[in-house]
């Protein structure tokens, strides 16, 4: 790659994010890529009957526009139907989760501060006592 300041998903490696089934994504803006230091804008690909678990990011919030597809979103226990053109706002330790429910939905996801993946910024809800 030789462009870092305009890029296109296919520019970049594609990854598959903890917490997430049949999802590609491409990260567009961040740290290690182009010296972003206050946000982290990915480009997300996810098939249809797959999406994310319910999830939280401790002082970190998320953004989530939907550019194509249809899905359903859990977001602090409320369900919602979302599609085209809607987005999503996950305030910071808010749990959220999503199930596409058509061929599959593309996203356009921008935390701040930058994510980039790390473990310590995922909050899963306890299963069973004492886990």
């Known amino acids: 790659m030789?462009?870092?300041y305009v890029?296109?998903?296919?520019d970049v490696p594609s990854y598959s994010p903890a917490n997430h089934s049949g999802t590609k994504?491409?990260?567009?803006?961040?740290?290690?890529l182009n010296g972003a230091q206050f946000?982290?804008?990915?480009?997300?690909d996810i098939?249809?009957?797959?999406?994310?678990v319910a999830h939280a990011h401790p002082g970190m919030e998320q953004a989530v526009y939907?550019?194509?597809?249809?899905?359903?979103?859990?977001i602090d226990g409320v369900k919602h139907h979302v599609s085209t053109g809607d987005l999503?706002?996950?305030?910071?330790?808010?749990?959220?989760?999503?199930?596409?429910?058509?061929e599959r939905i593309k996203l356009l996801?921008?935390?701040?501060?930058?994510y980039g993946e790390a473990k310590e910024k995922v909050l899963r809800r306890k299963t069973e006592p004492g886990s």
């Open 109 to 114: 996801v921008i935390y701040a501060p930058p």
């Open 25 to 32: 994504n491409y990260r567009l803006v961040g740290p290690e």
């Open 66 to 74: 939907v550019i194509e597809g249809e899905a359903t979103a859990e």
């Open 7 to 10: 890029l296109r998903p296919e």
């Open 47 to 52: 098939e249809r009957h797959a999406g994310a």
């Open 88 to 102: 999503m706002f996950f305030p910071a330790e808010v749990f959220h989760d999503i199930q596409v429910i058509t």
């Open 2 to 4: 030789t462009r870092k």
């Open 39 to 44: 946000m982290e804008i990915v480009y997300g």
